[in-house]
């Protein structure tokens, strides 16, 4: 309030000084009749007093006294009348004063009520002043969280739409992956099929190979058998001949050489007839012999082999999913 008194109109010291005497005329005012009637008094007093001075000069006999006498009657009166207005006016002065210090102690209240009032008025302001500032930094603040708002809205949108096509391209990857599984699958059945009848082919063709072999086994042992048979009948001759040598030397050593010579030559006719079986079947037993474990080993080559490329492929399949 001061800085309002300081910008439109004068100092506020002066405006004090001001009411101050405003204030003492208005207590002048109130003792105005008492101060007009002490005048008055004063001046009576004062016409008195020369009066009597004139009187007690003059002196004189019966009709200065009853003049006299007169005169102190009147200034009785008037005195009486005087002392009549002093009690008034005392009592006047007394009722003033009284009033005077109610109007005093209700100046000092209403100046405490000013006080207080200027007070709360400044307080008043300050949280007026408060309430804009804090009106202005929420209005900040919502002004940003609106645009963060919208920032996350946008956000929000674009969040959505990336969603909405990953979840598509999830989707398509499904199908595709569901496909290119039943491909493989189906791939890999053929393949185990296929794999499967030449399994079983070259199962087959072992198992015909492993019986023409035995037929051939079969076969040999039988012509070896027939040979050593045919050998055993030649030395039955032999002795025979040699037991005719004793009874007739010269003949016998004839024969001998004869029967020598025969049996060398039926050997020896039948001895590439024996000795091919015999090579023959030793061939045959070498080759079985060579053949018959080298078809397992084959056959647990393929059997690894065909174990491998199924591990293979699955491992492919896992790295594709």
Same mark, same amino acid.
């Given at each position: ?38 005048? $008055? ?66 100046? $000092? !209240? ?24 804090? !009106? ?57 099929? %296929? ?19 035995? %037929?051939?086994? !079969? ?10 048979? !045919? ?91």
């Amino acid at each position: 309030m001061s800085s309002m008194v300081h910008a439109h109109g004068p100092p506020e010291w002066q405006n004090t000084i001001k009411e101050r005497l405003m204030a003492k005329q208005v207590e002048n005012e109130l003792y105005k009749d008492m101060v007009d009637q002490y005048r $008055r008094l004063a001046r009576t007093t004062r016409e008195l007093k020369v009066r009597n001075r004139a009187l007690a000069k003059s002196g004189g006999g019966p009709s200065s006294a009853e003049g006299s006498s007169a005169l102190l009657t009147h200034l009785d009166a008037q005195l009486t009348s005087l002392r009549s207005e002093l009690s008034t006016l005392y009592r006047t002065q007394a009722a003033s004063q009284n009033k005077q210090l109610s109007m005093a102690d209700a100046l $000092r !209240d209403r100046d405490e009520e000013v006080k207080g009032l200027r007070d709360e008025l400044r307080e008043l302001r300050d949280q007026r002043d408060n309430a804009y500032r804090k !009106d202005r930094d929420w209005e900040e603040r919502w002004r940003v969280r609106n645009k963060d708002m919208e920032g996350l809205n946008d956000e929000l949108l674009s969040l959505n739409l990336e969603l909405s096509s990953l979840s598509q391209q999830n989707k398509l990857l499904k199908t595709d992956n569901a496909n290119l599984l039943q491909r493989w699958i189906d791939k890999m059945n053929l393949t185990a099929d %296929e794999m499967n009848i030449e399994f079983e082919k070259e199962k087959d063709k072992h198992e015909a190979d492993k019986n023409q072999r035995e %037929e051939e086994e !079969d076969g040999a042992i039988s012509i070896s058998i027939s040979s050593s048979m !045919d050998g055993l009948d030649i030395q039955d001759q032999d002795k025979n001949k040699d037991k005719a040598k004793g009874k007739a030397p010269v003949k016998s050593t004839i024969s001998a050489s004869t029967t020598s010579v025969k049996p060398s030559g039926s050997q020896n006719v039948k001895s590439p007839g024996l000795g091919k079986p015999k090579s023959t079947t030793s061939l045959r037993t070498k080759a079985a012999g060579t053949t018959t474990p080298t078809a397992p080993v084959s056959n647990r080559n393929r059997n690894v082999s065909s174990a491998s490329t199924i591990l293979n492929k699955e491992k492919d399949k896992k790295d594709f999913q």
